[in-house]
């Protein structure tokens, strides 16, 4: 199946927003078999976006629109989708029903305007919107698919994963299974090289690594005509993999690093505090994005201040004159400061320069200690964190930070 | 003039990078006041990159090109782009010369395939890369004009920059300018309703409002003959819109809500500090985002559990086993917990329902209770967020507790 993108909004062609919904689409479609020939973006114009439609279908069995189904005028993209494929725009009164609950639930009015998203195409297959209110769907007519997704990311990325997933399976004829390996420690194209040997000569399964902030992935695929037969293939080469990069991997299941820990600590019920300084509550935040977590998570300290980090965890004025607030002294101090407080069995301290300013020639910006006790247990350790940004570089030190956890709590057992 | 951004790679078609180059024409091209009609992307397939831009020039007069420049054999933008222009690749000896200087400068032996760099259409106005080996060019034919940029994002940056503003400088004739106005506490729905007047009659400044992650936005835009009458008539209507809707904006030059609160509390000096509840240390974290707030954040409290909340804040047993741990009672004992033990100017205090779980009929998830305490004032609240998942719910109430700060702030004054 030959496929095309389709992004409308002229917010994209003045270069206001980055196009992510191309890229996480590509990447689905190439998962799922689905050839990818063009992107396209084009604004909230009528007649350019028929245009556009009809110029993809030539080449492609499938369109992809994201964008242009909201309430307001110049979301066209259903009227002009139902043209080019020669349906008529009905109204739905369940999914009237649904908007009227909707604006109802959440206490406003509901301006006339948003009635407009209730009108859909009298064929097409509906995807309900979890996220949002404009519904997706896709129209066909002789072999050609055009798929209407909702232009905000979290709202398309939803449906296409719960909905439009689903419905393009059932159309392809062999089947694709893939894991995705998350790995911390090596990058791109150190694990590139030392997976040599299978990635050159790839036929099936086929391996490829890609660099995602801090960390690099592996993703293993194989296209076979079972699903049995392509998840044998797939495991067996994970056998392969994990003897030669076994010691990085954190996930075999795309999962995220705090996913991965925060299932630990809640599975074996320990309990956890933190202390944080140049983070400034991102770890605390990160692990209390786990569903669940309030049963092991007690409490964090964001000791922005000298003056915070001598009152809550009573790291000693000595300290910081001798040593600095940055220093391995002070995040020990830290560190033990939360076991004194909270008893809990996992304290993790950190205490580093996030950047822009701040960096000496003695202490640059990427310095980074982290301490965490465990138990009996009390690890510290120096990080010189490549200076990227200070978003950049708080998130890698949040990793950082997870993956000491982690080998801790790997060695305990 | 209407132009077209063309990118070329497959690596874009497998969702293996993300656009940048066409972001950045695109906002490059506008300050220019040059109308960006399309973005398309194709893989380095010869046939389908000539169809392409056969098919842009239909309805543009210039088309830039990203990618396809260097030297191996996948490598096809300038030989397409001649072939449809009618010109020929010939030899340039002085590119060839710079070549040789480029790899012996590297110790570098020169590949026979990085010759194929020196040819370069006849016609065209040749553009030195800075920052890499393959040069770009512009070439014309028919008042149709095609600009071929290296793809990597650094080369072609300074590219542009350096060479083709200049170029197309010369060739403009009007300049666009715009503001984007960032709202909070409104739908965009509504703020369509309120604009209506003006949305409506669009001709000249245009008015068009986009859905951002719980906001609303609104971009004013012009296009003029000169910077000077542009910028007035987009004054002049931000001057109209804000008697409308002045109350809901926070910011008139795109600026996150987190980095407008966090630029007041730094230039007024007011010391913060927080206790989080739910957001689990988000609050603490976006604000420390902010380079420069260590000079006014003291410090963070993540109390998670009841226990944390009555031991570091002074939370009494009474109220959590009375009103329960997410109530507006909490929530105040809290904040004053954190004025007690920091003395800070400001004191924020959040306790909610983020979900998934933990949600009753009584309290729903997306119920929360933020308490500030500004000098003397103190003002809490009730909010009922719209469940839409916990990272969302999470993000939703960090902007709700800035949007208190900020009418705190304002009102002081």
């Not at 059932?170 to 420690?185: C, D, P, V, W």
């Not at 194209?189 to 050159?200: C, F, N, R």
């Not at 009390?378 to 993956?403: A, G, Q």
């Amino acid at each position: 199946m030959k496929s095309a993108i389709l992004s409308v909004g002229t917010e994209l062609l003045f270069g206001q927003i980055t196009n992510t919904n191309s890229v996480f689409l590509s990447q689905q479609l190439n998962y799922l078999g689905v050839d990818v020939m063009y992107h396209y973006t084009v604004g909230d114009n009528p007649k350019r976006l028929a245009e556009m439609i009809r110029q993809a279908f030539t080449d492609c069995d499938l369109i992809i629109t994201t964008g242009g189904l909201g309430p307001t005028q110049d979301d066209l993209t259903k009227e002009i989708a139902a043209e080019v494929l020669h349906d008529d725009l009905v109204l739905h009164e369940d999914i009237l029903n649904e908007l009227e609950d909707y604006f109802k639930k959440i206490n406003r009015v509901m301006t006339e305007n948003n009635k407009k998203q209730a009108y859909l195409p009298s064929r097409a297959v509906l995807f309900d919107n979890d996220a949002g209110t404009a519904p997706g769907f896709a129209l066909e007519e002789n072999e050609k698919t055009i798929i209407c997704l909702p232009g905000p990311p979290r709202e398309m990325t939803r449906m296409f994963e719960r909905k439009v997933k689903p419905y393009l399976e059932e159309k392809s004829e062999s089947i694709i299974y893939y894991k995705m390996l998350r790995t911390f420690g090596i990058g791109e194209s150190m694990l590139e090289t030392e997976l040599h040997q299978w990635i050159d000569g790839q036929t099936d399964p086929t391996l490829a690594t890609y660099a995602k902030e801090g960390e690099a992935c592996l993703r293993i695929t194989s296209k076979r005509r079972t699903l049995d037969e392509a998840k044998a293939a797939v495991e067996d080469m994970i056998g392969n993999v994990s003897q030669k990069i076994g010691q990085y991997v954190y996930s075999f299941d795309d999962e995220e690093y705090y996913q991965v820990v925060g299932k630990k600590l809640i599975n074996q019920k320990i309990s956890t505090s933190s202390a944080e300084s140049c983070t400034g509550g991102l770890f605390a935040q990160t692990m209390t994005e786990v569903p669940g977590i309030s049963s092991v998570y007690d409490r964090g300290f964001i000791t922005y201040s000298n003056q915070a980090k001598m009152e809550e965890l009573g790291v000693k004025a000595e300290t910081l004159e001798k040593y600095g607030a940055v220093s391995e002294e002070t995040a020990i101090e830290m560190a033990e400061g939360v076991k004194k407080v909270t008893g809990s069995r996992l304290c993790i301290s950190v205490t580093g320069i996030a950047g822009p300013d701040g960096g000496t020639e003695e202490k640059p910006i990427g310095l980074v200690y982290i301490c965490v006790i465990l138990d009996g247990q009390r690890i510290s350790k120096e990080y010189k964190i490549r200076n990227i940004s200070r978003k950049w570089n708080r998130n890698y030190t949040v990793l950082c930070m997870l993956d000491m956890i982690n080998h801790m709590i790997e060695q305990k057992q």
